[in-house]
């Protein structure tokens, strides 16, 4: 079975060792190279599940609510 981070891109003499980072996925080693196109996860299944965190707004990016924001009615806006 092929492994997760297997991009099947091996280095080469003269190429540059590849880079290996923790997935922020689910925290294994994650090739951190071109011929990787899920990095810098490891995988599309975990490049996924953080899409999908994002898309249902699991994750978001915290501001704070400025004054032209609010609507006349006090109801912020989306």
């Known amino acids: ?42 995988s599309e299944r975990c490049n996924n599940a953080d899409f999908g965190a994002w898309a249902s707004e699991a994750f978001r990016v915290s501001q704070q609510v400025r004054p032209e924001d609010i609507a006349q009615d006090d109801t912020p806006l989306q």
């Open 1 to 42: 079975m092929k492994h997760p981070t297997d991009h099947g891109a091996s280095p080469s003499a003269d190429a540059p060792p590849f880079k290996t980072v923790v997935c922020p996925g689910c925290g294994g080693d994650s090739i951190y190279a071109p011929s990787n196109p899920y990095r810098p996860f490891c």
